[in-house]
């Protein structure tokens, strides 16, 4: 069976237990836990077993979608004020000119709080109920973006940026004071007690740390079993630049020389690697999180998805803010569709994604990439009623009334 296949339920319900006991999945943090899954035929046996009081059941309308909660496993919090702005110029010259500005800033506590609170406010809207986040630089600053994330109720990773060169000196760290904030930031997390929350090890790029403290980092990962997100083989001059700074390897061998490549990393990008890289990737488990909407604006290139799933790869799709302009994953759905259209007119053997591909890498393809496949990305008994109506009666920007004939299939593919 394709993994990448999709189960419509035309009239179906879901039963969700609101004290999380209905299964014995130990490992989710779920209050709200979905007991059972099935067809509207079936709804008055499921009443009875789950002792259902007619009060309980909210019905969906007919243009109304229940689906699960989207994710993003790719997005950078502090570049929110700039989505839209600077596509002028390739990714190094990018981060110069515009990124690190920015970011830098965060010093200021109520700039953080300002656009944090927007950034997780807007990408709920947009339906995202997982997000793998980029803080900056700063510890303090992250910390304040994992309190808008409780406040709003999100699911999220976050991570304090690791930078110890390559950008402006006041928006640098030594070596010494990376892990040193790093543990102080993992604990700090930690310590709000929020299920939902978890920090993550977030290296930049191979470029702004060195061997070295990449490998303390990895330590770091190891020992107390966290996630690790940074970017990979994004932008052909960058490439080149790793290759240039470690002795010819590949970027994958060198964030694999520092442990860094695990069931519980995911890389942003990965447009340019090499078979190898792709062989490392899916034997160590790593994922890719697909950023369609940043790789055209940055004139990055394009990522062959197709290729990369073939070779084993777990992908998601990430919106890449700022990077990406949009923070709405269904943007870098229809994104990932086009760019994969513009790669089979290049390559006649390359099929364009469907709506069905991008459904998935948006849902259960972005929980594998986070390693959360056990909690969220579907709606299977046992894991976290993660979800989001999608009400296509009235579209947004134009007003216009959608027949309410369409089948459940046609609405979501109106709905990309
Ligand atoms: N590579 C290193 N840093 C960044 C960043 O902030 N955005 C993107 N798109 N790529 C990066
Ligand atoms: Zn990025």
Do not use: W
């Given at each position: 069976?394709?993994?990448y296949?999709?189960?419509?339920?035309?009239?179906?319900f879901?039963?969700?237990?609101?004290?999380?006991?209905?299964?014995?999945?130990?490992?989710?943090?779920?209050?709200?836990?979905?007991?059972?899954?099935?067809?509207?035929?079936d709804?008055?046996?499921?009443?009875?077993?789950?002792?259902?009081?007619?009060?309980?059941?909210?019905?969906?309308?007919?243009?109304?979608?229940?689906?699960?909660?989207?994710i993003?496993?790719?997005?950078?919090?502090?570049?929110?004020p700039?989505?839209?702005?600077?596509?002028?110029?390739?990714?190094?010259?990018w981060?110069?000119?515009?990124?690190?500005?920015?970011?830098?800033?965060?010093?200021?506590?109520?700039?953080?709080?300002?656009?944090?609170?927007?950034?997780?406010?807007?990408t709920?809207?947009?339906?995202?109920?997982?997000?793998?986040?980029?803080?900056?630089?700063?510890?303090?600053?992250?910390?304040?973006?994992?309190?808008?994330?409780?406040?709003?109720?999100?699911?999220?990773?976050?991570?304090?940026?690791?930078?110890?060169?390559?950008?402006?000196?006041?928006?640098?760290?030594?070596?010494?004071?990376?892990?040193?904030?790093?543990?102080?930031?993992?604990?700090?997390?930690?310590?709000?007690?929020?299920?939902?929350?978890?920090?993550?090890?977030t290296?930049?790029?191979?470029?702004?740390?060195?061997?070295?403290?990449?490998?303390?980092?990895?330590?770091i990962?190891?020992e107390?079993?966290?996630?690790?997100q940074?970017?990979?083989?994004?932008?052909?001059?960058?490439?080149?630049?790793?290759?240039?700074?470690?002795?010819?390897?590949?970027?994958?061998?060198?964030?694999?020389?520092?442990?860094?490549?695990?069931?519980k990393?995911?890389?942003?990008?990965?447009i340019?690697?090499s078979?190898?890289?792709?062989?490392?990737?899916?034997?160590?488990?790593?994922?890719?999180?697909?950023?369609p909407?940043?790789?055209?604006?940055?004139?990055s290139?394009?990522?062959?998805?197709?290729?990369?799933?073939?070779?084993?790869i777990?992908?998601?799709?990430?919106?890449?803010?700022?990077?990406?302009?949009s923070?709405?994953i269904?943007?870098?759905?229809?994104?990932?569709?086009?760019?994969?259209t513009n790669?089979?007119?290049?390559?006649e053997?390359?099929?364009?994604?469907?709506?069905?591909?991008v459904?998935?890498?948006?849902?259960?393809?972005?929980?594998?990439?986070?390693?959360?496949?056990?909690?969220?990305?579907?709606?299977?008994?046992?894991?976290?009623f993660?979800?989001?109506?999608?009400?296509?009666?009235v579209?947004?920007?134009?007003?216009?009334?959608?027949?309410?004939?369409?089948?459940?299939?046609?609405?979501?593919?109106?709905?990309?």
């Open positions: 069976v394709d993994p296949s999709l189960t419509v339920i035309q009239n179906g879901v039963i969700v237990d609101d004290e999380g006991k209905a299964t014995n999945n130990t490992r989710s943090t779920a209050r709200f836990q979905i007991a059972a899954v099935g067809d509207a035929a709804l008055h046996t499921a009443k009875k077993k789950f002792n259902f009081a007619r009060e309980d059941l909210i019905t969906l309308g007919k243009t109304q979608l229940l689906l699960p909660g989207l993003d496993t790719h997005i950078h919090a502090p570049q929110y700039n989505a839209g702005l600077g596509y002028d110029k390739p990714l190094l010259e981060l110069d000119n515009y990124t690190y500005k920015l970011e830098k800033q965060y010093r200021d506590q109520e700039l953080c709080k300002r656009v944090f609170d927007a950034v997780v406010r807007k709920l809207d947009h339906g995202t109920t997982t997000a793998c986040y980029f803080g900056s630089l700063f510890r303090d600053s992250t910390l304040v973006l994992a309190s808008s994330v409780t406040r709003y109720g999100q699911r999220a990773f976050v991570g304090k940026i690791n930078m110890t060169k390559l950008a402006p000196e006041d928006y640098i760290e030594t070596a010494e004071k990376s892990i040193e904030d790093t543990l102080e930031f993992v604990k700090e997390v930690m310590d709000i007690g929020n299920p939902l929350i978890q920090p993550i090890i290296p930049r790029f191979a470029l702004s740390v060195d061997m070295e403290l990449m490998k303390k980092l990895g330590a990962a190891k107390q079993n966290l996630h690790i940074t970017h990979i083989s994004e932008n052909k001059d960058e490439v080149k630049m790793v290759h240039e700074l470690y002795d010819n390897k590949s970027y994958a061998d060198v964030y694999n020389e520092a442990n860094l490549l695990t069931p990393t995911v890389l942003a990008h990965g340019y690697l078979e190898d890289e792709m062989k490392l990737l899916s034997k160590t488990g790593t994922s890719i999180s697909h950023c909407e940043s790789n055209v604006n940055l004139g290139g394009i990522c062959d998805v197709r290729k990369l799933k073939n070779h084993g777990t992908l998601g799709l990430g919106t890449d803010v700022a990077g990406g302009a923070p709405s269904i943007t870098a759905m229809r994104s990932a569709i086009s760019a994969s790669l089979s007119f290049a390559d053997n390359s099929k364009p994604l469907t709506y069905i591909d459904f998935y890498l948006a849902t259960l393809g972005g929980a594998k990439a986070l390693a959360l496949d056990d909690q969220i990305g579907n709606f299977q008994v046992g894991k976290s993660d979800a989001i109506i999608v009400d296509l009666d579209k947004s920007s134009s007003a216009d009334y959608l027949s309410t004939d369409l089948t459940p299939q046609e609405l979501l593919q109106n709905f990309c």
